[in-house]
């Protein structure tokens, strides 16, 4: 169907401040209209009285896997559980096998997922060579493909002189640093957030300062360099305190959280649990209540999921042993929606950290609905109720700890480029 017209939903639209009930008319690619009863004449009506209707959510922290590790995610299936998130468009890490480090396998990413992708898909290349953290990646070359951003997430660049380089290259490209902020030195051979959890768990612990040095010394560079530095899944009170300050001084920076980051605390660690193993891990009640701060206050500028996903295998071992990461992908909505139930923002905040806030982070055309833009869209019903299955989940990976949770909130329409990539049956 050419034309899809979105009928007698309530608009949100942060990034025009727009929050009124009308209906979205849809030709080919683009919206042509947007206003009261619009004639749906020839066209295919989705019907979203009682549902909130968003610019395509967008979330700029995925790892999709592919290429190399396809037995825990790929491009086809990873995108499959984006839309079945409301996602319209994601970032993909580089920590691939080989590392997205070149044009050729920049190339690779952008060819599969236009060819049999469901969502939009930005590949995020790396700073430096094989992840090594030693010689920098052709930044020039990879934006000319269309890279917006390099990171070396999972790995720090522990070298300052090369981050500091780093951030005087990308500048005058325009390309975002997004720091994976670690000081390895000082995480050592931690496995869990240090406190009276990892204590009587008996498991070594990472303390907080081995994120808040080094998100202190990425944004000193940045103000040094004038480059647009992105702290990764910020998780302390320290951190988020750190940016804070950085903006005010002007300095150009901004931040995503992770929503297991303002959900969870590290007592879901309790029982060994491997899928509350992360990196950053989870953190102490204090430091989740010094996110959610950062949340409702506008220090982070963006929720991102860090949808990791990992074989069975390799989550179903001791816990030391454990690889870092679940999936988030299915679940981000919902758990943004809790912000709203729990009082912390209001509906168009949340819409606006899935929307327009990542968008701007990577200066994306998207996360607005406007007439002549991108027909991005994401019918959601903020009332429905549903319970978290992992075997379930679109993701070929399982590796969830919100197992059994009871959600409200769920996309029933994602519209994808003018086509319905998603309905929720």
Not at 132 to 148: A, D, I, N, P, Q
Not at 270 to 293: F, H, I, W
Request: charged share 25%.
């Amino acid at each position: 169907m050419a034309k899809i017209l979105i009928k007698g939903g309530r608009v949100i639209n942060p990034a025009q401040k727009f929050d009124d009930t009308c209906d979205i008319l849809i030709e080919k690619d683009k919206i042509t209209a947007i206003g009261k009863g619009l004639d749906a004449k020839g066209a295919e009506v989705i019907d979203a009285a009682g549902k909130i209707v968003t610019p395509g959510l967008i979330d700029i922290h995925v790892h999709l896997r592919d290429p190399g590790l396809e037995y825990k995610e790929d491009i086809v299936s990873g995108t499959l559980s984006a839309v079945t998130g409301g996602f319209t468009a994601v970032a993909c890490m580089p920590n691939t096998k080989p590392v997205n480090d070149n044009q050729s396998v920049t190339s690779y990413i952008m060819k599969k997922a236009a060819e049999q992708g469901h969502c939009r898909v930005f590949p995020i290349a790396s700073i430096t060579k094989g992840l090594s953290g030693e010689s920098m990646t052709e930044m020039g070359e990879l934006k000319e493909l269309g890279v917006r951003a390099v990171s070396d997430d999972g790995k720090p660049v522990s070298n300052p002189q090369l981050m500091r380089r780093a951030m005087e290259y990308a500048r005058p490209f325009g390309i975002t640093i997004i720091s994976h902020a670690e000081d390895l030195d000082l995480v050592g051979s931690g496995v869990m957030n240090e406190g009276p959890v990892a204590t009587e768990l008996g498991l070594k612990g990472i303390p907080w300062v081995a994120e808040d040095a080094a998100t202190a010394r990425e944004v000193m560079l940045a103000e040094f360099t004038g480059a647009h530095l992105h702290v990764a899944h910020v998780s302390t009170k320290g951190s988020i305190d750190i940016v804070r300050q950085a903006k005010k001084r002007g300095v150009n920076v901004t931040c995503e959280a992770a929503p297991h980051h303002f959900i969870l605390t590290d007592e879901a660690v309790r029982g060994y649990n491997t899928n509350a193993k992360m990196n950053p891990p989870l953190r102490s009640a204090e430091d989740r209540e010094a996110v959610r701060q950062g949340i409702a206050d506008g220090t982070v500028d963006a929720i991102a999921t860090d949808h990791a996903p990992h074989h069975i295998d390799e989550k179903n071992v001791e816990f030391n042993l454990a690889m870092n990461g679940i999936v988030g992908l299915e679940t981000a909505l919902p758990l943004t929606l809790q912000l709203v139930e729990d009082g912390l923002i209001d509906l168009p905040k949340a819409v606006a950290l899935l929307t327009c806030g990542p968008a701007a982070v990577l200066d994306l055309p998207l996360g607005v609905l406007e007439v002549g833009g991108p027909a991005d869209v994401t019918v959601f019903d903020p009332k429905l109720e549903w319970t978290v299955e992992a075997q379930k989940l679109v993701s070929k990976s399982k590796n969830t700890p919100f197992d059994g949770w009871k959600m409200k909130g769920a996309a029933v329409f994602t519209l994808v480029a003018g086509k319905v990539a998603y309905a929720r049956k």
